[in-house]
């Protein structure tokens, strides 16, 4: 099963689950994923060898994929 998360300042927030064989779970995280994208969010999915990678595109058969505001400042 599939999760995605938004980091904020009240921890996390669950925005969707799904399974691959879900096509309209897998359709709504799509959805969700991209409004926060749109919002300024950046996402990471976790790969099965435990690293992570930036994606643009929600991959359906990670496990986790987080959402995050960019680090600011300088």
């Known amino acids: ?6 980091l904020d ?3 996390h927030s669950t ?3 799904w399974t691959a064989a879900d096509e309209a779970a897998a359709r709504r995280a799509s959805e969700a994923f991209a409004l926060e994208l749109e919002r300024g969010f950046i996402a990471s999915a976790t ?4 690293t992570a990678e930036v994606v643009r ?6 496990e986790l994929v987080t959402l995050r505001r ?3 400042g300088g």
């Open 57 to 62: 595109e929600l991959p359906v058969e990670a």
């Open 1 to 6: 099963m599939g999760r995605l998360i938004r």
């Open 47 to 50: 790969l099965a060898d435990g």
């Open 9 to 11: 300042r009240t921890g």
């Open 15 to 17: 925005l969707a689950e």
């Open 70 to 72: 960019p680090i600011v």
